[in-house]
């Protein structure tokens, strides 16, 4: 708990930013569903028959994973993309589900003799409904968007996968980098947020019971005007700060984190132009997605990557080939192939050193032969992609004990060293492999494309400002593999922050 506390007293400016995006998530995506939900669910009370089917969608919404939900609305036009607009859709869409359902609930719970009375005195549906139906259901609609609230809030956390901010930031790097300490400083603060949210309802909802709701309602009126300010005050901050800057993305891995780090610290430095990152955005075509859509302006790529997964052409040995033809179909799509960084970061088939050693194994083919006595584990990316895992089988007829069990990539390293898998496919740079006495097998049927590392970015945006091309280009040819390896080790193994490790590195080239 010392090391928790450390890190947040060390980055509190930080933890600040990520617990306020979180705050106007959840308050934002909360009030909408309100919005929506309460008028829905007096509809719905009014009229039973439409009520079931009303509340099986909204069912069905909440069976959907929410990290599903999410890469189901990336395609989506307006409410698509990366960042808070889709986070804010998702969100908007599990709250619903009991914001409609307190409020039917709150309606039919009504005593009938009660709107009898009303109709009786002469009130229209309309005066029933403001005067009796809903003060009186207000308690139960309060409760609805209690639990609405505590699911948003760790919902939220899973935003962070698509750039939207708040502390599932610190939850996805602590994942990325194996680091408990960061996964907590993350997590405990959400917990402690819900419990807060949560707390916070039930004692609205307590001053708004019938026995105390009419000294309250000043009071209640009065805080929803100052939540509702506070909400579009931080939106206007929020917004006031993304304008104009550079953005600048990453996918969900230690060493992409690092890279997305060195590309902003260098166009910060090179052009004192406001840079916004975007990073830990999840595997790459979310990546690719957010540059075609403008979210994103320059993120660094692997050339055999970009030419299998993002075009879809087979894949290729021939490095000048390989990088030729990408840059020509990135500059089909509009945006710029900057020069490589200056290593090549293919696909690693690594075992333990000691089995190595002790079977006499140096290749994947020899690998091949003890392989139906092993358990393979593969990150979801390397499952699915053209040049991935079934290839991979097929050139070297691998046929494991049973099917590979996929898993985060960042855990498949130390989940081979100890003894939970055989076999895994990680990266060539990877730190964690020299630290865990991991041994890298020989492709020598040379099945993987190249994949050099080449920062790519919007072509509007390079012709907009110059100085951002020679920012990137002064890049070109000066990270090694040695150089990479041994920042992915200090983040992996010493557990430093990848700004430090790529603020370090930047000092020390120039």
Known sequence: ?????????????????????????????????????????VFAARRPRLASPLVAIANVVQTVPSLAMFGFLLPVPLVGGIGARAALAVLVLYALLPIV????????????SVREAGVAMGMTQRELLRQVEFPLALPSIIAGVRVA????????????????????????????????TVILAGAIPAACLA????????????????????????????????LAALVLA???????????????????????????????????????????????????????????????????????TALTTVFHRPPSNDRESVMATVRRLYADSGSTLLPPL????????????????????????????????????????FLERPD??????????????????????TLTYRALASGQVDLIAGDATAGLIKSLDLFQLEDNRRYFPPYDAVPVARA????????????????????????????????????????????????GRH
């Open 101 to 112: 359902r307190s409020t039917i609930i709150g309606i039919n719970g009504i005593d009938r």
């Open 388 to 409: 991935g895992y079934r290839g991979l089988a097929k050139a070297y007829g691998l046929a494991f004990r049973g099917p590979p069990q996929a898993m985060d990539l």
């Open 1 to 41: 708990m010392t090391d928790v506390v450390r890190f947040w007293l060390s980055h509190r400016q930080e933890l600040a930013t990520l617990v306020g995006q979180h705050v106007l998530l959840v308050a934002v995506s909360t009030a909408i569903a309100v919005a929506m939900g309460v008028p829905l669910g």
């Open 234 to 304: 931080a939106s206007a901050v929020a917004t006031a700060r993304s304008s104009g800057a550079i953005v600048v993305g990453s996918k969900n891995f230690t060493e992409q984190l690092i890279l997305g780090e060195i590309v902003a610290q260098a166009i910060e430095r090179e052009t004192g132009l406001p840079v916004r990152r975007q990073l830990n955005l999840g595997g790459t075509l979310i990546c690719d997605r957010a540059l075609r859509s403008g979210d994103i302006d320059v993120y660094v790529e692997y050339t055999g």
């Open 149 to 180: 609230a505590v699911v948003g809030v760790g919902s939220a956390t899973i935003a962070a996968a698509i750039g939207a901010g708040g502390l599932g930031q610190y939850i996805y790097r602590g994942l990325s980098m194996v680091d408990t």
């Open 195 to 226: 419990l807060v949210v949560d707390g916070g309802l039930l004692w609205l909802e307590g001053l708004l019971s019938p026995r105390r709701r009419a000294g309250s309602r000043r009071a209640a009126a009065m805080a929803a005007g100052v």
């Open 342 to 381: 200056g290593f090549d970061n293919t696909f690693a088939i690594l075992v333990r050193g000691s089995d190595a050693r002790g079977e006499g194994l140096r290749t994947i083919e020899d690998a091949a032969r003890v392989a139906p006595q092993w358990r393979a584990g593969f990150g979801y990316e």
């Open 460 to 507: 509007s945006v390079l012709l907009r400002y110059p100085r951002v091309r020679a920012a990137l280009e002064r890049l070109a040819h000066r990270i090694s593999a040695a150089d990479m390896r041994e920042m992915n080790h200090a983040a992996d193994a010493e557990r430093e922050n990848p700004d430090e490790i790529a603020r370090r590195f930047l000092d």
